[in-house]
């Protein structure tokens, strides 16, 4: 059996795990705690912290201290796009399947926002989802959906009356892809047979992992 061994760069993988460790730090770090972090010499980190933020992608705050520049708003406005563009087959698949509106959901700080969103053609009536939907991630189907994806329990939530009186939603969380935290799921003016709707809505989540990762 030949096994690939595939090289990766020390100094770019250095780099990326150098803006993870500040993105998770809310008041920045030093030049010496990105050091003990990142487990390098502080000469290697100067290097790292300068080229980022040439590009913008890193900024001094107060206190000698460094962060996330406003450059990665750049990189993550393409997200939503591509996230909308792979997702739409799925939540067209499912929209159909179930007959209800389907919707893809991000975490947005505390929120639940909504970044696509299918109609079925074959209903009557359906609920009128529109995409930038926001909502607090403790309430809904999506966000505790979302919520749940973070202990990486790949079970889905179904809530009824939670965000409109009379409406049902049925969403389970979009596991093992890194960077994303997000649930598939449906909503529908009046209750969803959960116990069918809900593995059909882990298998719409299943299939989208597998197209982003």
Not at 43 to 50: F, G
Request: hydrophobic content about 50%.
């Amino acid at each position: 059996m030949v096994v690939a061994v595939v090289e990766i760069s020390q100094t770019l993988d250095r780099g990326l795990r150098l803006l993870e460790v500040l993105s998770a730090s809310s008041n920045g770090l030093t030049v010496a705690e990105a050091s003990t972090v990142l487990g390098v010499n502080r000469t290697i980190v100067y290097r790292l912290l300068a080229t980022l933020e040439q590009h913008g992608l890193v900024r001094r705050v107060a206190g000698g201290r460094f962060g996330v520049g406003f450059g990665v708003l750049t990189l993550a406005g393409s997200v939503q796009p591509l996230l909308r563009q792979v997702a739409q087959p799925v939540l067209r698949a499912l929209a159909e399947d179930v007959g209800a509106t389907a919707h893809l959901t991000i975490a947005d700080g505390a929120e639940a926002l909504a970044v696509a969103v299918v109609e079925p053609t074959r209903t009557d009536y359906h609920v009128a989802y529109r995409v930038g939907s926001r909502h607090p991630l403790e309430r809904g189907a999506a966000g505790r959906a979302v919520l749940r994806g973070r202990a990486g329990v790949p079970t889905f939530v179904a809530t009824s009356g939670e965000l409109q009186p009379g409406a049902s939603g049925v969403a389970a969380p979009v596991l093992g892809v890194a960077g994303v935290e997000a649930s598939v799921g449906v909503i529908a003016l009046g209750p969803l047979a959960a116990d069918t709707v809900g593995p059909r809505v882990v298998e719409a989540a299943a299939e989208l992992s597998s197209r982003l990762g």
